[in-house]
């Protein structure tokens, strides 16, 4: 057993200091991203599944590495989230979308809507109802105009707390999605006690809706469910004309997907806009 620890032992470490010293790397690298502007907002246009219109963007963020390349979120929210860095990523995000927005709102987009994902640890700041008050005064949006997508897991960890953080952005006009709904550890019952406004059905139900019963079965309840709850019903990874049509006789409300657009830097989304809208 001894020999045995000591081979398990000689195997891990290496693994083990790699994976360190890569996490390391990448959040010194992101700090100095942070303080250079190597991060970039990409825009991806949410559709009204009726009369396939743009409403609004989402914004997700990307980071341009100075040797890496184009890092998308997937490789770096996690890090940012485990070195306390995400406020500030989270920060920056949430002001270079209000500022966008009103940017566009001044010009050819004067309706856009803008959607900004929020990290569980931004949400637990205690300054981020502040934070949040400060930009939509400085950018003027009007209310309706900002919604922040939150995951089911951060009204389950604590909440009493997050009741009244929703009241407060609530009051401030803004809009809350329950992004990824049906992949986390849903409770019913939180719609109704928590003031959402929208449910975004995961990619990995949308997927097969045009093939899989069972996928359908549940798209087909999402739909009805947030309806019954006054609830808009987004569908987020649309890629076929299929899945586009079948939400459609469902009622979908807004749809998102690479079948319209991938997500876009801002002034391809401008112009991505200006063209289809003629
Ligand atoms: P998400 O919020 O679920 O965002 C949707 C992701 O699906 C985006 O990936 C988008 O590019 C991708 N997507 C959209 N339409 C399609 C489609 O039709 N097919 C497929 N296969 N994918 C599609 P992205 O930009 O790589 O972002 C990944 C995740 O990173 C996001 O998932 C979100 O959880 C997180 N993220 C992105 N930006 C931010 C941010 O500013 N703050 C925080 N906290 N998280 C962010
Ligand atoms: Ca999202
Ligand atoms: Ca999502
Ligand atoms: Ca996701």
Not at 80 to 87: D, S, T, V
Request: aromatic share 8%; hydrophobic share 40%; glycine share 6%.
């Amino acid at each position: 057993a001894k020999a045995e620890g000591r081979n398990n032992y000689r195997f891990f470490l290496p693994s083990m200091h790699e994976r360190v010293k890569e996490r390391k790397t990448i959040e010194e690298d992101l700090r100095n991203a942070l303080e250079h502007d190597q991060l970039e907002l990409y825009y991806q246009p949410k559709i009204d599944c009726r009369t396939e219109r743009v409403v609004g963007a989402e914004a997700l963020v990307r980071w341009h590495h100075p040797e890496r390349g184009l890092i998308l979120p997937g490789e770096f929210i996690s890090v940012a989230e485990e070195c306390g860095l995400i406020n500030r990523l989270g920060a920056w995000v949430l002001e270079k979308a209000c500022r966008q927005t009103r940017i566009w709102r001044d010009s050819s987009l004067s309706d856009l809507r803008i959607a900004v994902n929020l990290s569980p640890a931004q949400f637990q700041d205690a300054e981020l109802v502040d934070s949040v008050t400060k930009i939509v005064k400085e950018t003027a949006l009007p209310h309706g105009t900002l919604e922040l997508e939150i995951t089911e897991s951060i009204l389950m960890n604590n909440p009493e707390k997050a009741v009244s953080t929703l009241k407060e952005l609530k009051e401030l006009g803004v809009l809350i999605a329950i992004d990824d709904f049906g992949t986390g550890y849903s409770s019913l019952n939180y719609l109704k006690r928590f003031p959402v406004t929208s449910i975004k059905i995961d990619r990995s139900f949308v997927n097969d809706i045009h093939v899989d019963v069972d996928d359908k079965a549940i798209v087909d309840a999402v739909i009805g469910l947030g309806h019954s709850l006054n609830l808009e019903v987004v569908a987020e990874g649309v890629e076929e004309v299929e899945q586009l049509v079948y939400l459609q006789e469902k009622g979908c409300d807004f749809i998102q997907g690479f079948l319209f657009s991938k997500p876009l830097p801002a002034s391809t989304f401008e112009s991505w806009v200006t063209e289809r809208h003629g």
